[in-house]
């Protein structure tokens, strides 16, 4: 077990999901980028918040919801991320508090406000987004948090941090300080199409040491390596990373060390219900794993048992205690 | 089928629901009735906030959620209700129309806020309601929409509606309009303790035939006749009103003309979730059987599928369209 005062602290954008069931021929129409987060601005948020089905609204914002498994499989975690003080900001700052997650980010006083996204879920359980920013787009380094960093185990956070101005000179001075106090640092490449936006540097992350363990699904592994072989994305990233978890959607996930590969089947599930969420969740299962000494097949089958939880009902965050789950399963 | 342009019309208390999972040792901890609606004030409504575990946000409210069952079996709905043209009132408003349902009340331009109920949801799936009315409690006889009555088979309205200082002045006149052009009018119970406080209210509106059609649970029925006797409640409600429909949760349902008793086994379902909504879907169902010359024992039966659907997922609306469980059902 670490001695950190937190397991994990992450570091994303906090957004308020707006989440409603829809059929694929809509996404067309609207040209929605289908399983991909789509940025949009404030005229196309209130454009398709028109044309959207009733929805539900839940807290989400993918390093969020990772701080939310953490807690919820019984760790330590903290948060980092820019609300603006309105309605959507005090349900997003509520519900992560209320998971007993450490969030102490300053809100913003006025405009922009707290970032929303408009999640389209279709029929195969599959989620496409479309995220206005809004109060995301003013964290720097000024939220940053010294004393949180240095007393977490590992700090993780988005590749998503590099579609603000401003957050990813956060990011670079939140791995100083961890890696200052001896911690760990870890990304999430996010989504195939913020790996094209920012490959170059991702790359750089991984290869100065920036960053100490990736989270990625095989889209996003691909896309980082321009490549359409998976073998050779593994072989690349084993060489620019110390660890990496990859996961595949219902063919499992795999852990990749300098020494070691190990490889597990997906977590069996009822029916998939809303996919948004699973690799966050896995992260979540996945870190708790590493921060409490678990090999690496445990770290990853925890990361799949999460993400399992996750999609069998509508939204981003754990409905039950992942802890009575993970002892369930004999953890 | 009838000619009317609305199937049903129905008038409640506007309400955003903010839902949570939780045990029953904190029920009794905040002295909370469990399975009723509790009426609470801002300063409780901020503390039972502050205690709340992470929430998820959606529409609500008895009659809205009925009349959003309506549409989504397919039939023409309509709601009267109030809410303030703040966040909330904005997500009610967009949920309620992007289900198809006519929704034209007049919003409150300041202050109270608009209405929320904080529900909390233990393992046995029972909710436990806790209402700030907010917005609703300004609701009056200017609210009503003489012409969307008149051209409603069906009048609906809740028995909470007793509540609000001037919405029962409102029903009244909703009433009388119905019956001027030959429609029809409905009021469920609501909650026991609702029945408890305004018992002769109601035997007076089901004696004087202010409303043709009653919607009542086991506990609502018992509580109107202050009888242990649930038979003898049946025999008294024959007698009061032309047509009563009684809901028996994992027991079924009853529908009791002056002729006729016909009683139905619950619908299967694999997990009961959260019961919030259920008899409010159950009353969707009966009433889209109502307005399309369905027999008695069809009403009731698609009442007991439009609950199931509700209760195997958090929160009071359905999540897929119940108009093509219904085909699948054979209708």
Known sequence: MNTAKFDVLTIGNAIVDIISSTEDDFLVE???????????????????????????????????????GVASLGGNAAYVGKICDDHLGKIFTHDIRASGVSYDTRPLEQEPPTARSFIFVTPDGERSMNTYLGACMELGPGDVEEDKIAASAITYFEGYLWDPPRA??????????AHANGRQTAITLSDPFCVDRFRGEFLQLMRSGTVDIIFSNEMEILSLYET?????????VRDDCALAAITRSEKGSLAVSRELTVEIEAHPIEK?????GAGDLYAAGFLYGLTHDLELIDCARLGGLAAAEVIQHIGPRPQTSLNQLMIQEGY
């Open 228 to 236: 359409s072989s998976f073998q050779s994305a593994i072989d690349a």
């Open 30 to 68: 609207e040209k929605i980028i289908k399983g991909a987060m789509n940025l949009i601005d404030a005229d196309r948020a209130e454009h398709l918040y028109s044309v959207m089905g009733p929805a539900i609204e839940t807290s989400g914002g993918s390093a969020g919801n990772t701080a939310v």
């Open 272 to 276: 998939l219900v809303d996919s948004t």
């Open 168 to 177: 990813k000179d956060a990011i670079r001075r939140a791995a100083e300080i």
